[in-house]
Every structure is written in C-alpha cells, then in structure tokens.
C-alpha cells in the first residue's frame, strides 16, 4: 500500500518562506508521478503541483506559479515543496499524493501551514 509522510509545515508570515517534505514508501516511487494538493479551511481541495519520475517536468497552478518549486530525490524516495513568498491564501493542510492531478492518490495524514502577519 502506497505510504506518504508530510513533514515541515508550520507557521509563517507573508513573504516568508517554508519547506515541505513528502517520505514515500512501499510502492515504486522513482518511476511515480507524485503531487501536491492543499485544503484550505472551508474549501475544497486543490492542485498545486505536479513532477514526473525523472524530476525534469515539473508543473504548477497558476495561484503558485513561480512562487513554489516541486523536486524529488528519487535516491531517498523523498518529494520536496518550496514555498516561497508565503501569502494568507496559501494557509492550507498540504497532502503528497502518488500520481498525477487532483485525483492522485494520497496516503499521508499532510502537513498545516499557517501564513500570517
């Protein structure tokens, strides 16, 4: 069964910045499309971005378009996502997904991250 653990959420104010960690387990992550979503409070869930095995075609939301970067160290089954000038809309619980899109699989419980002033 596919296992993902989020890590490195927390708080942090607008501009600033944060890093997300996705562990990967029991399924053949190197080949694997993977994936972020979020879920802010209230709202439904919502694509983020999107990296192919290789790690070499990454691709974004427009709403984080150049402000956050999707990699993976496919040698330690590890996805990334940097976060980078932080607004109070990117305030959502951050889930890994195995896949490609909204419809990736995910198996992790996420991670909260929290922008504010």
């Known amino acids: 069964d596919v296992k993902l653990v989020e890590s490195g959420g927390g708080s942090a104010q607008p501009g600033g910045s944060l890093r997300l960690s996705c562990a990967a387990s029991d399924f053949r992550f190197n080949t694997s499309h993977m994936t972020w979503v979020r879920q802010a409070p209230g709202k439904g869930l919502e694509w983020v971005a999107s990296i192919n095995g290789g790690g070499d075609m990454p691709v974004y939301a427009d709403s984080v378009k150049g402000r956050f970067t999707i990699s993976r160290d496919n040698t330690k089954n590890i996805l990334y996502l940097q976060l980078n000038s932080l607004k109070t809309e990117d305030t959502a619980r951050y889930y890994c997904?195995?896949?490609?899109?909204?419809?990736?699989?995910?198996g992790g419980q996420g991670t909260e991250v929290t922008v504010s002033s």
């Open positions: 997904a195995a896949g490609f899109g909204i419809s990736a699989h995910r």
